[in-house]
Each structure stands twice: as structure tokens, then as C-alpha cells.
Nanobody, 113 residues
């Protein structure tokens, strides 16, 4: 059974930084493309970053240059470093994998002064 457990969310002021972590189990981490998506109240879930098994990354335009996704295959963990946070980044952030397609429970990120 796949488990994706996110951590690292919280409240931060605009311009601040947070680092999210997602610990994976129950699947073959090394072959998976891992991703982070977010969902703000009243909005659809959107993919913000992904990283393939070979380390190739992709970002949504709204976070490019501010967010960095990385992975540690030995620890079966994927990270999302978020810098220069804006109020519009406020959302629940979810980790996901594609083999099999699975989602974590999410972690709340709030950017507010």
C-alpha cells in the first residue's frame, strides 16, 4: 500500500521560505516521477512541480524561479523548497507519485502578514 506523508507546512510572512518534505513507502521510489500539487480554497488542484526518476524537473509558470523540487532516492523522500513566498501561494500542498497514481493527505501552507 502506497503511503505519501507530507510535512513542513506552516504559516510564513510574504517573502519568506518553507521546505516541504514527502516521505514515500509502499512503492518503487526510484522509478517514480514525483510531484507536488496545491489546492487553494475554491480552486482546482494544480501541479506546481515534478521530478522524473532521472532528475528532470518541471515547474508551473507561477512558481518557476522561486520553488525547487528535489529528491533523495536513498531516503525515498521528495522535497519542495519554496522561496519568496507570496499570499497567492497559500494552499494545501499535496505530494503525488505516478506508479501507482497516489496522493498524500496534504500539508497547509499559509502566506500572510
Amino acid at each position: 500500500q502506497v503511503q505519501l506523508v507530507e510535512s513542513g507546512g506552516g504559516e510564513v510572512q510574504p517573502g519568506g521560505s518553507l521546505r516541504l518534505s514527502c516521505a514515500a513507502s509502499g512503492m518503487i521510489f526510484g522509478i517514480n516521477t514525483m510531484g507536488w500539487a496545491r489546492q487553494a480554497p475554491g480552486k482546482e488542484r494544480e501541479l506546481v512541480a515534478s521530478i522524473t526518476s532521472s532528475g528532470r524537473t518541471n515547474y508551473a509558470g507561477s512558481v518557476k524561479g522561486r520553488f525547487t523540487i528535489s529528491r533523495d532516492n536513498a531516503k525515498k523522500t521528495v522535497y519542495l523548497q519554496m522561496n519568496s513566498l507570496k499570499p497567492e501561494d497559500t494552499a494545501v500542498y499535496y505530494c503525488n507519485c505516478n506508479i501507482p497514481l497516489s496522493w498524500g493527505q496534504g500539508t497547509q501552507v499559509t502566506v500572510s502578514s
